[in-house]
């Protein structure tokens, strides 16, 4: 049962933060809020090794594949060793699902949390300096506490997120984070170490400027993707690409703007990854009044099939979604 909110001004510390937000449930045993304290922690460590890149030989390819066959750089193996580290310590998650491994890692049994993982989500910025992110789903599991994990619990539709969040590595770092009662942004204080409340309820512009679409796929697009661009150009709207899924995110969510990555002639379902890039990046749309499609239907509606699944994915802003999917 919730009790009534409080709002906690700019600058609290986000331990009294998930504090504060935990105490106003009753009946709740403080698990999920020691899941989003291991992810900042692990995010800290993550925030140290990425300002090192450049000095210390972490930059650059693995010369090994992930689950996409996509190359592994060094930082994504090393922010996957992090998050799955400082997640299976705790004991509340039971499976881990990461973009860096086949299959899931199945970690507690006993443990009441599904978390989906991109540790480290835009990588082919890593060597040039550019903003990068990690993007995190969590799910309370389906099975009986103790027993085995089955489909059920690994594969859960996105309205089935019990919170949801990113990391941005940018020229600040910062945690944006919801657990289904809107948007809650804190940007880490590096002198303190600190994540603090810098961005309170936020709301993304039901209305934006700003495109942010790979245009060099262009050739391939569906006539009412290439339409919808003809509109932006049309109607005097600014394109931002950054190539770095969280960073043009977060940059459309505080400015009003859309990102879109639709199917392409190579890669007929689009690029991204339902279960650990769209769907975290759906709810926090949708809790900041904003939308997420595939352009036929929400994210979170998705019933996913397999962990690597791939979907076009339309988001932010929610009239220019909506103007996206009209077309
Ligand atoms: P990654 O998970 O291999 O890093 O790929 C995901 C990234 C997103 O961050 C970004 O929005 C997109 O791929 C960019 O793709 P493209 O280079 O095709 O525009
Ligand atoms: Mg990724």
């Known amino acids: 049962m919730e009790t009534s909110r409080i709002a906690l001004p700019i600058g609290t510390a986000l331990d009294r933060f998930i504090k504060n937000n935990q105490d106003q449930f009753q009946y709740t045993s403080g698990e999920l809020s020691q899941l989003l304290r291991d992810i900042?922690?692990?995010?800290?460590?993550?925030?140290?090794?990425?300002?090192?890149?450049?000095?210390?030989?972490?930059?650059?390819?693995?010369?090994?594949?992930?689950?996409?066959?996509?190359?592994?750089?060094?930082?994504?193996?090393?922010?996957?060793?992090?998050?799955?580290?400082?997640?299976?310590?705790?004991?509340?998650?039971?499976?881990?699902?990461?973009?860096?491994?086949?299959?899931?890692?199945?970690?507690?049994?006993?443990?009441?949390?599904?978390?989906?993982?991109?540790?480290?989500?835009?990588?082919?910025?890593?060597d040039v300096n550019v903003s990068i992110g990690t993007i995190f789903s969590i799910y309370r599991r389906k099975s009986p506490?103790?027993?085995?994990?089955t489909d059920r619990d690994i594969l859960q539709k996105g309205e089935e997120q019990v919170a949801a969040g990113y990391i941005l590595y940018g020229s600040s770092t910062m945690l944006v984070y919801t657990t289904g009662h809107g948007v809650n942004g804190f940007?880490?204080?590096?002198s303190l170490g600190e994540y603090v409340l810098s961005h309170p309820?936020?709301?993304?512009?039901?209305?934006?400027?700003?495109?942010s679409i790979n245009e060099g796929s262009s050739n391939s697009f569906s006539t009412s993707v290439k339409a919808y661009?003809?509109?932006?150009?049309?109607?005097?709207?600014?394109?931002?690409?950054?190539?770095?899924?969280?960073?043009?995110?977060?940059?459309?969510?505080?400015?009003?703007?859309?990102?879109?990555?639709?199917?392409?002639?190579?890669?007929?379902?689009?690029?991204?990854?339902?279960?650990?890039?769209?769907?975290?990046?759906?709810?926090?749309?949708?809790?900041?009044?904003?939308?997420g499609t595939d352009g036929k239907e929400r994210i979170l509606k998705i019933q996913p099939t397999?962990?690597?699944?791939?979907?076009?994915?339309?988001?932010?802003?929610?009239?220019?979604?909506?103007?996206a999917e009209s077309c």
Do not use: W
Request: hydrophobic share 40%; glycine share 10%; aromatic share 6%.
């Open 306 to 323: 397999s962990l690597h699944q791939r979907t076009p994915f339309y988001v932010g802003s929610a009239n220019m979604v909506e103007k």
């Open 187 to 190: 940007t880490l204080e590096p």
């Open 201 to 211: 309820d936020m709301k993304i512009p039901v209305d934006g400027k700003i495109y």
């Open 40 to 126: 900042a922690l692990a995010s800290k460590v993550v925030n140290r090794e990425i300002n090192k890149a450049g000095l210390i030989d972490i930059m650059g390819a693995m010369g090994s594949q992930n689950s996409g066959g996509e190359q592994q750089q060094k930082l994504d193996v090393l922010a996957n060793i992090r998050f799955t580290r400082a997640l299976s310590k705790g004991g509340e998650v039971c499976a881990l699902i990461s973009e860096e491994t086949e299959s899931y890692v199945d970690l507690n049994n006993h443990g009441k949390y599904v978390i989906a993982i991109d540790p480290l989500d835009g990588s082919s910025n890593i």
């Open 229 to 291: 661009l003809q509109f932006c150009k049309d109607n005097g709207h600014t394109a931002r690409y950054i190539g770095s899924l969280v960073a043009d995110f977060h940059r459309n969510l505080l400015k009003g703007g859309i990102y879109l990555y639709p199917a392409t002639a190579k890669d007929p379902n689009g690029k991204l990854r339902l279960m650990y890039e769209c769907n975290a990046l759906a709810f926090i749309a949708e809790q900041a009044g904003g939308k």
């Open 145 to 149: 506490i103790g027993q085995a994990i």
